[in-house]
């Protein structure tokens, strides 16, 4: 079937393919008109849907259109049993209209020459067997039943008494004598009754019985007949194998796209290392710009980490940069509707991290609606050799970990904030608690308490980020889970009035206010990963971020 869209007033005009779930969700509250079937050559099911003059973003920059295509005269070919899609036509600038657009819709069906030829040959061989039977039935009507003849005198003969081979003998005449007499009504037919034709031989009757002589041979009708049915029947079998050969059998005809429910994953197999890319790529410019834009692909709480690190990099006249992957994949559930999410995973190269261990990043990605972009909201690294392995269905599809994991990984939150607190891991909390960047908050924590710090009071409070559900974001792997979690920690920090106060470039460098006072407090990030392996819980944090400072 093709699809062709074409605006006489110059318009340009845009026309796209996507999952049912994007197009939905994009054209939500927009002013629509929905065609939902068609049926040739002219009638269309339709219906207009009020809303909205344009959608909230630009229609062309979207990512998951399936194709697409823009200009004055646009069109779209596909097959009719291809997995459902819907087909958007729409101006390609928002503030445009689709007045002075005509929308054609044909539909190419082969074997329709070899079906029209095979209809008429079967409608001409239906009415040659009616007329055939008919005939056959009108002729019955008319001639009388057969009769027996009651000699055997006839061409057959070879005398005038019919005597000669094939003639009655005595016994069969006495016979046929015995049975005239014992019959009622007269012995003759009238002469117009009679059939000639040849005697035929006498035949061996039932036992203790005279045989029948000259058994009546089958008429010239009848083989008449037998043969013009073997014509027809013939003349059939040849014009169906013929015309057979012309026609493609079955008939496609296009999918009902209500019947079919639409499906897709919140990244699609084999668009992985597309989006990482893509997203590298927009951080390293957005670093380069100080963070414009940054709201556009990350969101909280990475987007705090961020803006601290930019702010901190510029104060230490560094500069930043986004890590460059060698491999990346993703998994994600198989999600019907928005808001979606799904975990990305990229091994950085050598060159992108510090030290000599090879390190994977992981980052929880979320999607809104299809207006909106991607934000990445959570990223860590872990060694690669934990990387654990995604099982996926043919879809591509991951499961989610398991109920038991959800409650760990909440679980997990309170026992990192216990021991970031006072250094001490409760029974049962997860491995590795005590080592990477939760040992080294606690040694920096250490050294601001130590007697030759100056300082004369250092506390700390730490709780669970609260303004993204983690636990409801976990995937399953093939020897457990994996999930994400975050805790928020801040430092109280009283200092002597007679000392000056330092804390450093990276404390002085997210300070949000210039006020004078005895008392400092830093804010504190610490992202880890949670993986599961077998009953084996641990919990993984490489590094923690400060995010702000202010003095009371």
């Keep these: 079937m093709t699809v062709k869209a074409k605006n006489s007033e110059g318009t340009e005009l845009f026309i ?6 994007d197009a939905d969700s994009y ?8 065609i939902s079937d068609i049926s040739f050559p002219n009638a269309t099911e339709h219906r207009f849907i009020p809303g909205q003059p344009k959608p909230e973003a630009a229609i062309a920059d979207r990512d998951w259109w399936i194709s697409q295509d823009t200009g004055e005269s646009v069109a779209k070919t596909f097959d009719l049993d291809a997995e459902p899609q819907v087909l958007v036509i729409a101006p390609t600038n928002a503030d445009d209209t689709l007045d002075g657009t005509t929308v054609d819709v044909s539909m190419r069906v082969n074997g329709v020459l070899g079906l029209s030829l095979l209809g008429i040959a079967g409608g001409i061989i239906l009415a040659g067997f009616s007329a055939f039977f008919f005939m056959r039935w009108w002729q019955s009507r008319i001639l009388p039943p057969k009769k027996d003849r009651a000699t055997g005198s006839g061409p057959g003969g070879s005398g005038p008494d019919g005597s000669g081979p094939g003639a009655p003998t005595d016994d069969t005449r006495a016979g046929r004598r015995s049975r005239a007499g014992a019959d009622s009504g007269p012995a003759t037919q009238p002469i117009s009754t009679v059939q000639p034709g040849p005697a035929s031989a006498p035949q061996p009757g039932s036992p203790g019985q005279p ?8 008429r010239r009708r009848d083989l008449r007949n037998r043969r013009s049915l ?10 169906t194998l013929a015309l057979s050969g012309c026609a493609n059998m079955p008939i496609a005809k296009p ?3 209500d019947t079919t429910p639409y499906e897709r994953t919140a990244l699609r197999p084999g668009e992985a290392g597309k989006f990482m890319t893509n997203y590298t790529e927009s951080l390293d410019k957005t670093l380069g710009d100080k963070g414009d834009d940054l709201d556009k692909i990350q969101g909280a709480p990475l987007i705090d980490r961020t803006r601290a690190q930019i702010q901190i990099a510029d104060k230490a006249k560094q500069k930043l940069r986004a890590p460059n992957f060698s491999e990346v994949v993703a998994g994600s559930p198989s999600f019907t509707d928005y808001p979606m999410w799904f975990y990305a995973f990229g091994t950085a190269d050598k060159n992108s991290t510090e030290g000599d261990e090879q390190l994977t990043q992981v980052s929880l990605v979320t999607r809104e609606s299809a207006s909106a972009d991607p934000l990445v909201r959570s990223s860590s690294y872990i060694p690669s050799d934990q990387m654990p392995t995604l099982m996926a269905d043919d879809r591509g ?7 038991d994991f959800d409650d760990e990984l909440a679980t997990s939150e309170k026992d990192v904030s216990s021991y970031l607190v006072d250094g001490k891991a409760e029974s049962g909390a997860p491995g590795g608690i005590k080592e990477g960047g939760f040992k080294d908050f606690r040694d920096y924590l250490g050294g601001l308490r130590d007697k030759d710090s100056g300082f004369d009071k ?3 409070d730490c709780r669970p980020y609260e303004d993204l559900a983690f636990e409801d974001m976990t995937l399953a792997t ?3 889970a994996i999930g994400m979690g975050e805790v928020r920690c801040t430092l109280t920090i009283k200092v002597p009035n007679d000392y000056a106060l330092d804390l450093g470039d990276t404390v002085e460098a997210v300070k949000t206010n210039d006020k004078d006072g005895d008392t400092v407090k830093v804010d504190t990030a610490h992202p880890y990963v949670l993986l599961q392996n077998g009953d084996d819980v641990s919990a993984v944090a490489t590094d923690w971020n400060v995010l702000s400072s202010r003095v009371e």
């Design 458 to 460: 250092v506390d700390v």
């Design 230 to 239: 073997r014509a027809v029947t013939a003349a059939t079998l040849g014009t």
């Design 16 to 21: 796209g393919t996507a999952n049912g779930v």
């Design 211 to 218: 045989a029948r002589p000259n058994a009546a041979p089958p």
């Design 397 to 403: 599809a991951v499961e989610t970990g398991p109920e």
């Design 27 to 34: 054209l939500d509250g927009v002013a629509q008109e929905q």
């Design 255 to 257: 999918s009902n796209p």
């Design 478 to 480: 093939e020897d457990g």
